[in-house]
């Protein structure tokens, strides 16, 4: 779609959204034709939209934001627990321990002291190397924004004053939901005793603290991994739902969040087997490690746009089964057109200046096709 195309979309959705009814709502159930028809339409939607490509793209951007993404989130975690940045260091190991193959483990603890380190001194200090690694890792937010754009068939028209507040407020809250989710996988006695003990120990309910402790723990050992899915959903949902040029009813357990985080699941499973069972007889050693390790991270970013697609298709149905005229384009009406004046004048004057190169070198182009046509003829 050129971008003269999603200039004119973006402008009729705004004037659409202005002039038509507003009980013009989807509908909030969907038959199982409509269903199959928006699954089966976001599959090849995807397939159009080159979304293996879009997704290498991602997974680059995901590499570049993956350092500053981690430093802030052991920013964020020092803050928090700024009284005991030894706890934040042996609870991030302890992770490590649990998690990662032993024949990987030195690797990944060497980063976590190298992290830790990072992001030792004062509050100041890390408060603004909290938000540096933010501002570094809204980078795949960004991207993530303008893809979202082209599945909607819109440009940005945000200003990029707000655009940008918008994706690192984004990047903020998918850090705080990776900090929950990892302090859920590795929630035991001591992070309790840690972050709870000092309160307690004020109120004096240190004995209600020892209960709780005792009889909590066993139960969030089954609990903490559907509490897990349920944070990644969320996560998902808010990428989709606010990164977008789009204005659309915020639906956090979106059915393409969850079909994402599911895929995630599955190859976030598949890589830990590789890496548990098989990278130990690879021939390429710890490159094979890493290049298992981009692949996957890839196909995390397949399923990431695949579910937007998802989500996109779902609402075409809803209006379609509303009456709504959704057949070539989603009925939906942008966030912003502050810049979309400004982009198509831009557009315009480009269109312009190629007319005029055009027109004012093709008589030249001309004139020495004849001159030399005719030195041709005299040297016959």
């Given at each position: 779609?050129?971008?003269?195309?999603?200039?004119?979309?973006?402008?009729?959705?705004e004037?659409?959204?202005?002039?038509?009814?507003?009980?013009?709502q989807?509908?909030?159930r969907?038959?199982?034709?409509a269903f199959?028809?928006?699954?089966?339409?976001?599959?090849?939607?995807?397939?159009?939209?080159?979304?293996?490509?879009?997704?290498?793209?991602?997974?680059?951007?995901?590499?570049l934001?993956?350092?500053p993404?981690?430093?802030?989130?052991?920013?964020?975690?020092?803050?928090?627990?700024?009284?005991?940045?030894?706890?934040?260091?042996?609870?991030?190991?302890?992770?490590?321990?649990?998690?990662?193959p032993?024949?990987y483990?030195?690797?990944?603890?060497?980063?976590?002291?190298?992290?830790?380190?990072?992001v030792?001194?004062?509050v100041i200090?890390?408060?603004?190397?909290?938000?540096?690694a933010?501002?570094?890792?809204?980078?795949?937010?960004?991207?993530?924004?303008?893809?979202?754009?082209?599945?909607?068939?819109v440009?940005?028209?945000?200003?990029?004053?707000?655009?940008?507040?918008?994706?690192?407020?984004?990047?903020?809250?998918?850090?705080?939901?990776?900090?929950?989710?990892?302090i859920?996988?590795?929630?035991?006695?001591t992070?309790i005793?840690?972050?709870?003990?000092?309160?307690?120990?004020?109120?004096?309910?240190?004995?209600?603290?020892t209960?709780?402790?005792?009889?909590?723990?066993?139960?969030?050992?089954?609990?903490?991994?559907?509490?897990?899915?349920?944070?990644?959903?969320?996560m998902?949902?808010?990428?989709?739902?606010?990164?977008?040029?789009?204005e659309?009813?915020?639906?956090?357990?979106?059915?393409?969040?969850?079909?994402?985080?599911?895929?995630?699941v599955?190859?976030?499973?598949?890589m830990i087997?590789?890496?548990?069972y098989?990278?130990?007889?690879?021939?390429?050693?710890?490159?094979?490690?890493?290049?298992?390790?981009?692949?996957?991270?890839?196909?995390?970013?397949?399923?990431?746009?695949?579910?937007?697609?998802?989500?996109v298709?779902?609402?075409?149905?809803?209006?379609?089964?509303?009456?709504?005229?959704?057949e070539?384009?989603?009925?939906?009406?942008?966030?912003?057109?502050?810049?979309?004046?400004?982009q198509?004048?831009?557009?315009?004057?480009?269109?312009?200046?190629?007319?005029?190169?055009r027109?004012?070198?093709?008589?030249?182009?001309?004139?020495?096709?004849?001159?030399?046509?005719?030195?041709?003829?005299?040297?016959?």
């Open positions: 779609m050129s971008i003269h195309h999603k200039l004119e979309r973006t402008i009729a959705a004037q659409r959204a202005l002039n038509d009814p507003q009980d013009r989807p509908a909030k969907l038959p199982g034709a199959k028809y928006a699954m089966i339409r976001a599959i090849k939607q995807f397939t159009v939209d080159k979304g293996t490509d879009r997704a290498a793209i991602l997974t680059y951007f995901a590499v934001s993956l350092a993404l981690l430093l802030a989130v052991f920013s964020i975690m020092t803050l928090f627990l700024a009284s005991a940045a030894d706890q934040v260091e042996n609870f991030a190991q302890d992770l490590v321990t649990q998690t990662v032993s024949e483990q030195e690797l990944a603890l060497n980063l976590v002291t190298t992290m830790t380190q990072s030792s001194g004062g200090a890390l408060i603004i190397g909290a938000v540096v933010l501002w570094s890792a809204s980078k795949y937010v960004q991207a993530f924004a303008r893809n979202i754009n082209d599945i909607y068939g440009v940005e028209g945000r200003s990029k004053v707000k655009f940008y507040l918008t994706t690192l407020l984004i990047t903020l809250i998918m850090v705080v939901t990776v900090v929950a989710a990892l859920s996988l590795a929630l035991n006695k992070i005793d840690t972050v709870f003990a000092p309160i307690a120990q004020a109120l004096g309910a240190q004995e209600v603290l209960t709780f402790t005792e009889s909590f723990l066993p139960v969030w050992d089954w609990v903490k991994y559907p509490v897990v899915l349920l944070l990644l959903i969320l998902l949902g808010v990428l989709y739902h606010f990164s977008g040029n789009v659309r009813k915020f639906k956090p357990l979106s059915i393409g969040a969850i079909v994402a985080v599911l895929g995630i599955l190859a976030g499973v598949a087997i590789y890496l548990t098989f990278a130990s007889y690879s021939s390429y050693g710890a490159i094979g490690a890493l290049m298992a390790i981009l692949f996957v991270i890839w196909i995390f970013n397949i399923v990431i746009l695949l579910g937007a697609e998802i989500d298709e779902i609402l075409r149905a809803r209006q379609l089964v509303a009456g709504i005229p959704a070539e384009q989603v009925q939906i009406r942008p966030r912003s057109v502050s810049t979309v004046e400004k198509t004048e831009k557009h315009v004057a480009s269109v312009d200046d190629g007319k005029v190169l027109r004012s070198l093709s008589v030249v182009h001309r004139q020495d096709s004849q001159d030399h046509e005719t030195n041709n003829e005299r040297h016959e």
